[in-house]
């Protein structure tokens, strides 16, 4: 379960009575879209249907069998979600809105780049600050993955962006290549792999091109900085770095 802090209200009017439930914001987002596929137990504040939540009222017994047939409030709870309207505070709106924002700005950040600076990162910092300067205001109503389009259309006369995926590939030495490789591999897809007879290790891998600097840090950090990289354009060239 989670804090009452955490919860919002969810509401539905029906048969002359009124029923509500206290969830986690974005699982109510999740339940109304029919998009939630977690265990309700968890993102619920309080087993339990209220005529008033805010003073632990309950409805009539005979009110539920009316509206939902059952009295059971884990089945009730989805059903008021869905049919009702979720009710959120100012306060609430205003963390549930920099929540999306912060989520935003990192998933933009992680897969576009700027294709007049050599197709190099933007920095999150960079991508808030244009955002600002666009007037762009995020619904905190809405996934943050749901409005990453809205928020490129409103970048774009701001700053060169663009979503792009980046292949690198890469070259361990022997005395790195068994540890510093589970790592590498999990960064992306990995297109293909090779072991020398020298016990090296050469991948060639995907990721989202924003990525690229993180992937040098754990490549350098795991290799002492003795790793070769290059990158591998579309034509199948290889770009050393």
Do not use: C
Request: glycine fraction near 6%; aromatic fraction near 6%; proline fraction near 7%.
């Amino acid at each position: 379960m989670i804090s009452l802090d955490e919860a919002v209200t969810a509401r539905l009017e029906s048969h002359g009575a009124r029923f509500e439930v206290l969830v986690d914001p974005d699982a109510a987002l999740a339940i109304k879209r029919g998009e939630f596929d977690g265990d309700l137990e968890d993102v619920i504040a309080a087993e339990d249907v209220f005529d008033n939540a805010s003073t632990g009222d309950r409805p009539a017994e005979n009110d539920l069998e009316d509206v939902f047939d059952t009295t059971d409030p884990l089945e009730i709870i989805p059903e008021v979600i869905k049919r009702g309207e979720i009710q959120i505070t100012a306060d609430q709106r205003r963390e549930m809105q920099e929540q999306k924002r912060k989520e935003l700005i990192t998933t933009i950040a992680r897969n576009a780049i700027n294709p007049q600076m050599d197709d190099a990162p933007h920095p999150p910092e960079r991508i808030e600050n244009a955002l600002e300067e666009a007037g762009f205001t995020v619904d905190p109503m809405e996934p943050a993955s749901e409005q990453v389009d809205d928020a490129l259309d409103a970048l774009r006369p701001v700053i060169p962006i663009r979503f792009e995926e980046i292949t690198i590939a890469v070259q361990i030495p022997p005395e790195y290549a068994g540890s510093a490789q589970a790592k590498i591999r999990q960064y992306g897809d990995l297109e293909r792999e090779e072991w020398q007879p020298d016990g090296s290790w050469i991948g060639v891998i995907t990721f989202p091109a924003g990525l690229q600097n993180d992937f040098y840090d754990v490549v350098n950090e795991n290799t002492s900085g003795e790793a070769e990289t290059q990158i591998v354009s579309d034509k199948g060239e290889l770009s050393t770095r």
